[in-house]
């Protein structure tokens, strides 16, 4: 008999044994243990043991599934208007679609009776509150391509396809900022300040990245005054399983008035210059398909498309 309810204290040892047995794909930290389950999901400041569902097969866990929130407008809490259904984890089971379907449904009663109004299926880049550094890659992706079982399970569901995003990455061997007249231009009037473990700059920032070593990239201008910023993460320990030293980028902003002059881009070349001298070897971002300034701009960089994934939706 199949048995669904919310997390017990004494379930992250049985919890990380369905990790690794389900067909999560290759980008799922492998092998996943209770201090790896503790570090990106327990010890959130928003962690609720109700968002958090189990099954069971006469007492045995078969799978697992994790609903959660983003963060409200000024990012110092979280807003339970919209939610998502992150993972749905599922060990091979002769019922393995009848379990898959019910740990959705649970999540989805869940989000509904904390005030959630849309349902979503994936973490995105705004709603990365748990899982970040364990599956996805450099961020959260939706579900990818490659868990083609745990995207049937939103489909099953009546789920839509609400955005692509694709997995780029970029080996920094032989990287080279590109050099030209206005390249030079830029470099002429501004300074780029390199912070390593920069204050977080909102409860959310803290929240999803606490324990991660972020580095921080700042373009700044006359008077040292702000004109952009990137941050990165050192990818350990996901990217030791790939055998690289990898570091993933989260975001990048240029002040509303100086974009569309070329600064990310310049930014972005110093920065992957600098992480490549810090011995990085390949460098990992997301970008919605909707996002063609992103797209156009990781291109020039040299970023390629290494997998895609998809954000659900509930009609």
Not at 68 to 92: H, M
Not at 292 to 310: Q, Y
Request: glycine content about 10%.
């Amino acid at each position: 008999m199949i048995e669904i309810r919310a997390f017990r204290n004494e379930d992250p040892p049985r919890l990380a044994a369905v990790w690794r047995a389900a067909d999560l794909g290759p980008a799922a930290m492998q092998p996943m243990t209770p201090p790896l389950l503790e570090a990106c999901v327990f010890s959130k400041p928003y962690f609720d043991r109700r968002g958090l569902v189990v099954a069971l097969d006469d007492g045995v866990m078969v799978g697992f599934a994790q609903a959660g929130f983003g963060p409200n407008a000024d990012r110092s809490g979280v807003d339970t208007r919209e939610g998502s259904t992150l993972l749905v984890a599922v060990v091979p089971h002769p019922r393995a679609e009848e379990i898959g379907d019910r740990l959705l449904l649970a999540c989805e009663d869940y989000l509904r009776g904390r005030g959630a109004k849309v349902l979503y299926g994936g973490g995105s880049a705004a709603m990365r509150s748990f899982y970040l550094g364990l599956y996805g890659g450099s961020d959260m992706p939706g579900i990818l391509d490659s868990s083609a079982t745990m995207q049937q399970v939103f489909r099953r569901a009546g789920y839509v396809e609400h955005d692509r995003v694709a997995i780029l990455q970029r080996a920094l061997a032989g990287f080279r900022p590109p050099v030209n007249r206005h390249q030079l231009a830029i470099r002429r009037t501004t300074h780029l300040r390199v912070i390593d473990e920069p204050a977080r700059r909102s409860w959310w920032e803290a929240a999803t990245t606490t324990g991660m070593a972020l580095r921080r990239y700042e373009l700044c201008g006359e008077g040292d005054r702000l004109i952009g910023s990137a941050s990165f993460w050192d990818m350990q320990p996901l990217a030791s399983v790939w055998g690289v030293a990898a570091a993933g980028l989260l975001d990048v902003e240029v002040e509303g008035g100086k974009r569309r002059q070329g600064l990310a881009h310049f930014l972005l070349a110093d920065a992957l210059q600098d992480l490549s001298r810090e011995g990085v070897t390949l460098v990992e971002t997301h970008a919605s398909r909707s996002n063609v300034a992103a797209l156009m701009l990781f291109s020039k960089l040299g970023f390629e498309a290494v997998e895609h994934g998809t954000l659900f939706r509930k009609p």
